[in-house]
């Protein structure tokens, strides 16, 4: 029987679809950056406004956007420990109204002792605001109102400033963040997933360094996977393992053959002397004919090995591009 046997790097088994669950946290991350570019700045003001004397701010008229909603915020300046109560209106041309809010908005200060400690505190809340989309061209009128304003029980009179800003087509990204980080987290957990992939056919563990087993499997286009880890005690002294991996056919003839040197990695004490060492290789192979096929391992020095555990897997994808091994037999 004559086996020919290729062996060279591809990017054929890659599981696509792991990677195209990026485009959706990519897609929040892109509206993130560019939401501040897509708004249209309507107004961008301070006025001053009386106790209960409707100021109107602007007459204009608003246009529906693909994406995003008419926002106003509004924020108020008053001295420290006094409060007010405002509302936001937006009218039609009959006088009708589309939205309103109202914001209790306050500003309070003090001084606090504790322990033979004193310092000051400064709190506020003193912005408030409002979103409303129009689903066709209309016109509207902005209102601000002060329905109240005082210091603890006394009411005051006086002119208060705010500060207005409206933008239309303005995108509320606060509800963006957690989609972006959900949707990173279930993407990552998909590309993490991709070593799952496939039917475990073989999982073969000795006490020694030479497991064998054989099974049914390959076939065109069937990716098979080979798993070789081994676990070595506390003689372990080599860096380094030789692991010899063995294919014969159905006939018990071989048909394939490699060595190759295996990393071992220690686990010390805190005194510095060594616990155990742990050591895998993985091999990837395209066999053309769907067979039974034997598989057997060789570790050397075999010593020290405590434990080899040979796992095969087939119809397997990866998460990048592999060394593929190819046995076509005649």
């Known amino acids: ?27 929040v991350l892109l509206t993130l950056i560019f939401s501040p570019l897509l708004g249209e700045n309507l107004i961008n003001k301070q006025i001053k406004v009386g106790s209960e004397n409707p100021e109107i701010i602007k007459e204009f008229t608003l246009k529906p956007h693909l994406v995003g909603a008419l926002r106003v915020d509004v924020k108020a300046f008053i001295p420290t420990n006094r409060w007010v109560t405002y509302e936001i209106q937006l009218l039609d041309e009959q006088g009708n109204l589309l939205g ?26 003193l912005q408030g605001g409002m979103d409303i989309k129009v689903n066709e061209e209309r016109k509207v009128t902005l ?30 990204t606060r509800h963006l963040w957690p989609g972006l980080f959900g949707s990173l987290i279930l993407s990552l957990l998909g590309i993490l997933s991709v070593p799952n992939i496939g039917k475990r056919v073989i999982t073969k563990t000795v006490e020694d360094s030479d497991p064998t087993a054989r099974e049914t499997v390959g076939g065109a286009n069937k ?24 294919i014969n056919n159905s006939y018990g003839e071989q048909i394939y053959k490699t060595s190759e040197w ?47 555990t040979l796992k095969v897997t087939e119809g397997v994808r990866t998460r990048g591009q592999v ?3 190819e046995i076509s037999t005649n």
């Open 1 to 27: 029987m004559s086996v020919n046997i290729k062996d060279y790097d591809t990017n054929r088994f890659i599981a696509k679809l792991a990677y195209i669950g990026l485009v959706s946290p990519l897609s």
């Open 100 to 125: 309103s809010t109202i914001k209790e908005a306050w500003r309070e200060s003090g001084t606090w002792q504790e322990d033979g400690e004193r310092g000051t505190w400064s709190e506020q809340d």
């Open 143 to 172: 209102v601000l109102n002060v329905l109240g304003y005082g210091a603890r029980n006394q009411e005051i009179s006086d002119l208060i400033t705010f500060r207005v800003n409206v933008q239309n087509g303005v995108i509320d």
């Open 223 to 246: 990716l098979v996977r080979v798993d070789v880890n081994v676990l070595s005690d506390e003689t372990t002294f080599l860096k380094q393992s030789m692991v010899t991996l063995v």
């Open 262 to 308: 295996m990393d071992m990695n220690f686990k010390k004490t805190e005194s510095g002397y060594v616990e155990e060492a742990k050591g895998k290789v993985q091999y990837f192979f395209l066999l053309n004919e769907r067979n039974n096929y034997g598989f057997h391992v060789n570790v050397t020095p075999d010593a020290p090995v405590d434990k080899t």
């Open 323 to 325: 060394k593929v091994v």
